[in-house]
T-cell receptor, first 113, second 113 residues
Framework: DAGVIQSPRHEVTEMGQEVTLRCKPI?????LFWYRQTMMRGLELLIY????????DSGMPEDRFSAKMPNASFSTLKIQPSEPRDSAVYFC???????????FGQGTRLTVV | GESVGLHLPTLSVQEGDNSIINCAYS??????FIWYKQESGKGPQFIID?????DKRQGQRVTVLLNKTVKHLSLQIAATQPGDSAVYFC????????????FGAGTRLAVHP
C-alpha cells in the first residue's frame, strides 16, 4: 500500500478563497483523522471519522471549516472562506482498528495570503 | 508536510549516548499510548506503542515506560544516532470505544557527533 495520500502537498491561496484538502486513507482502515500543525498550537485534532461517520468535530475551529468522508477511501477538509491564520500544515491519518497506531500522510502546507 | 519549526523543548545528546524523552499525559482513562517521530518535511512516524495494562515495552533500540500513577510516559533511545534527530511526540488514545488520538507538545532531539 502507498500509505496515506494527501493532496496537494502545498497550497497557496488568497484570503477569502475556498480551499479543499484531500486525503486517501490506507485501504481497510476504518478511522480517519484530520490534524492541524502550527508553531503555536502543535498538533491539534480537528475531526475524526469512524466507518465514514464523523464522531467528534469538537476540534474544528470555526464554521468556516468542514470535513466530509463520502466513502471509505476518500475524505476532504474544506475551508471557506480562508483566512491568513489558517496557514498551517494539515495532516490526515488513518487507523486500522481501535488501539492501533495511526499512519500519517505527508501533509499539506497551506499558506493563505 | 513539515514540522513547522515549533518552539519546543530541546534535548541535546552526543552520538552514542542514551536519550530519555519524557511526556505527561492528561487523561487517567486513556488506555493506549504511542510515540511518534517527526522529521523535517514528513508526517509523524510510528515508533512504539504501549497499552495501559503494561508498564514497559521494548523495541529495537527503543523502550517505552508507562507510569499510570503519575500519568507519565518516557521514551528511551539506546545508542542515539544522528538519524534519530527529530521531533518526538507522545500521543494518548482517549478511548470511549473510538480512536481519539491526542498529541503532546513534542520534544526536539538534537544528536551531536
Amino acid at each position: 500500500d502507498a500509505g496515506v495520500i494527501q493532496s496537494p502537498r502545498h497550497e497557496v491561496t488568497e484570503m477569502g478563497q475556498e480551499v479543499t484538502l484531500r486525503c486517501k486513507p490506507i485501504s481497510g482502515h476504518n478511522s480517519l483523522f484530520w490534524y492541524r500543525q502550527t508553531m503555536m498550537r502543535g498538533l491539534e485534532l480537528l475531526i475524526y471519522f469512524n466507518n465514514n461517520v464523523p464522531i467528534d468535530d469538537s476540534g474544528m475551529p470555526e464554521d468556516r471549516f468542514s470535513a466530509k468522508m463520502p466513502n471509505a477511501s476518500f475524505s476532504t477538509l474544506k475551508i471557506q472562506p480562508s483566512e491568513p491564520r489558517d496557514s498551517a500544515v494539515y495532516f490526515c491519518a488513518s487507523i486500522f482498528r481501535l488501539n492501533t497506531e495511526a499512519f500519517f500522510g505527508q501533509g499539506t502546507r497551506l499558506t493563505v495570503v | 508536510g513539515e514540522s513547522v519549526g515549533l518552539h519546543l523543548p530541546t534535548l541535546s545528546v552526543q552520538e552514542g549516548d542514551n536519550s530519555i524523552i519524557n511526556c505527561a499525559y492528561s487523561n487517567s482513562a486513556s488506555d493506549y499510548f504511542i510515540w511518534y517521530k517527526q522529521e523535517s518535511g514528513k508526517g509523524p512516524q510510528f515508533i512504539i506503542d504501549i497499552r495501559s495494562n503494561m508498564d514497559k515495552r521494548q523495541g529495537q533500540r527503543v523502550t517505552v515506560l508507562l507510569n499510570k500513577t503519575v500519568k507519565h510516559l518516557s521514551l528511551q533511545i539506546a545508542a542515539t544516532q544522528p538519524g534519530d534527530s527529530a521531533v518526538y511526540f507522545c500521543a494518548e488514545n482517549l478511548s470511549g470505544g473510538y480512536n481519539k488520538l491526542i498529541f503532546g507538545a513534542g520534544t526536539r532531539l538534537a544528536v551531536h557527533p
